[in-house]
């Protein structure tokens, strides 16, 4: 397998990114219409952390590291490494060494489709990273790859550049494109959010703030006593 390295690709600005990190995941993927997520099976080692930077992506040989090693010269300030493999993958490809790097680099975080170990030491460290496994299993560093060029994680594609948003919940990808547009319509969101929480808080229910009474009525769905329900599911 040969490959490629790119060096300085373009980068979603920096604001842009800013401003991301102030939503969550779930919003920032709601403001873009439900599109950008990682799957569910990409987890965080830690808790209560939110991250936001540009990609650096690296393309490596399952059970290979090789390629990480080269993206570490590749990020900088404000980056977040994002690692695949050509085929399925759960050994632990990154660990504290590789973390200690990126973070004297100025690296905001890891998100890999593959495995990682050394857990406690990065949450010791506050290096946040998110993979699909927790694995002591080594690698060797035998086979070429790329960095920065286009991946996919579970049928997502990151781009170098793109904005990568991690929290307790999953990770997002942002077209660098289209950051500065999708923080705006975040901001409206949560604004829309604190509207209907101020109005459940004050008793309003959801069936009613969304008109969702009459959605009921239109499947068929209809309210009965317990003793209705008792009578009607007795008879023959």
């Known amino acids: 397998m040969s490959g490629v390295i790119v060096t300085n690709p373009p980068r979603a600005e920096r604001r842009d990114v800013d401003a991301l990190a102030?939503?969550?995941?779930?919003?920032?993927?709601?403001?873009?219409?439900?599109?950008?997520?990682?799957?569910?099976?990409?987890?965080?080692?830690?808790?209560?952390?939110?991250?936001?930077?540009?990609?650096?992506?690296?393309?490596?040989?399952?059970?290979?590291?090789?390629?990480?090693?080269?993206?570490?010269?590749?990020?900088?300030?404000g980056d977040i490494l994002v690692v695949t493999t050509t085929s399925p993958c759960t050994d632990g490809l990154f660990g504290e060494l590789f973390a200690t790097a990126l973070q004297q680099r100025g690296a905001r975080g890891v998100v890999l489709s593959t495995g990682i170990r050394d857990t406690q030491e990065l949450r010791d460290m506050g290096f946040a990273a998110w993979s699909r496994a927790v694995s002591s299993q080594g690698t060797v560093k035998a086979t070429g790859g790329s960095v920065n060029v286009p991946i996919a994680i579970d049928g997502?594609?990151?781009?170098?550049?793109?904005?990568?948003?991690?929290?307790?919940?999953?990770?997002?990808?942002?077209p660098r494109e289209s950051a500065r547009e999708t923080a705006a319509r975040a901001e409206a969101r949560e604004a829309k959010e604190a509207a209907t929480r101020a109005?459940?808080?004050?008793?309003?229910?959801?069936?009613?703030?969304?008109?969702?009474?009459?959605?009921?009525?239109?499947?068929?769905?209809?309210?009965?006593s317990y003793d209705e329900y008792v009578r009607g599911e007795a008879q023959p």
């Open 199 to 224: 109005a459940f808080l004050s008793g309003q229910l959801g069936l009613d703030r969304y008109g969702l009474r009459e959605t009921l009525v239109r499947l068929g769905v209809t309210y009965k």
């Open 22 to 77: 102030g939503f969550g995941v779930a919003t920032v993927s709601e403001a873009m219409g439900r599109t950008g997520l990682l799957g569910p099976g990409i987890r965080p080692v830690q808790q209560g952390v939110r991250v936001a930077g540009t990609a650096v992506t690296v393309l490596s040989w399952p059970g290979d590291n090789l390629m990480i090693h080269a993206a570490v010269e590749q990020c900088g300030e």
């Open 156 to 174: 997502q594609a990151v781009r170098p550049g793109d904005v990568i948003l991690a929290d307790d919940d999953g990770v997002v990808v942002v």
